[in-house]
């Protein structure tokens, strides 16, 4: 069984375009992250939601909003896409203080 | 000064060689570390988990953590061409809810390890 899922695995839409992506964990962790990898292969932190409130907030456009309906899920809404917002978008989960984070296989953003 | 310093690489080495792989830090208040392989396109899958500083073995796998020095480590035994892949580093500091300031993970750039059968 997949421990942290998303769909959809590839994603290509053009600017202007309002899209999301899905992010579900089955590991009953606490906490749940979206981090962002771009074309130079760098991991960077977007969001964190921890118990269903939004714990750290990193300096992303306001464009981006995580959505939490239940702690097994966190989405990641996009509006008004830019050419700049591609990416590989990937969410991760953890139990809780310092503990490992898990991770999913990655949507792969493309806005031409 | 970035909080996490990785040689991108990438690094060649042939197969079954000893391979080292490090990652310094500035911010003395890390006090997870881990090591994450990335294989192309692909998520990032744990590979080792340590609480400040010493060692810990897993198979083929050992990791170090100085934390005097700032420095982490990451050997592989008897490396395979299975392992080419991107190798991350990635530390937390502790943990804090209720307003806190909370963290996830920060990562190093990775370096891109090819083992030649």
């Known amino acids: 069984d997949t421990a942290v899922s998303q769909t959809p695995k590839y994603l290509v839409t053009q600017m202007g375009n309002d899209k999301s992506i899905k992010c579900e964990q089955n590991l009953g962790h606490d906490t749940m992250y979206w981090y962002k990898q771009d074309s130079k292969k760098f991991l960077k932190i977007m969001f964190s939601?921890?118990?269903?409130?939004?714990?750290i907030n990193e300096t992303v456009p306001n464009r981006f909003s995580p959505k939490s309906p239940d702690k097994a899920h966190l989405n990641l809404h996009i509006n008004s896409l830019e050419l700049g917002d591609s990416a590989v978008y990937f969410c991760?989960?953890?139990?809780?203080?310092?503990?490992?984070?898990?991770f999913g296989q990655g949507t792969r953003l493309t806005v031409v | 000064q970035k909080e996490v310093e990785q040689d991108p690489g990438p690094l060649s080495v042939p197969e079954g060689a000893i391979v080292s792989l490090n990652c310094t830090y500035s911010?003395?208040?890390?006090?997870?570390f881990m090591w994450y392989r990335q294989y192309s396109r692909k998520g990032p899958e744990l590979l080792m988990y340590?609480?400040?500083?010493g060692n810990k073995e897993d198979g083929r796998f050992t990791a170090q953590v100085d934390k005097s020095s700032k420095y982490i480590s990451l050997f592989i035994r008897d490396s395979q061409p299975s392992d080419s892949a991107t190798y991350l580093c990635a530390m937390s500091e502790t943990y804090m809810y209720s307003g806190g300031g909370a963290d996830g993970l920060t990562f190093g750039k990775g370096t891109h390890l090819i083992i030649q059968p």
């Open positions: 991760a989960s953890r139990v809780g203080q310092g503990e490992k984070a898990f």
């Open positions: 911010n003395s208040a890390f006090q997870y």
């Open positions: 939601y921890n118990n269903k409130e939004l714990i």
């Open positions: 340590t609480y400040s500083s």
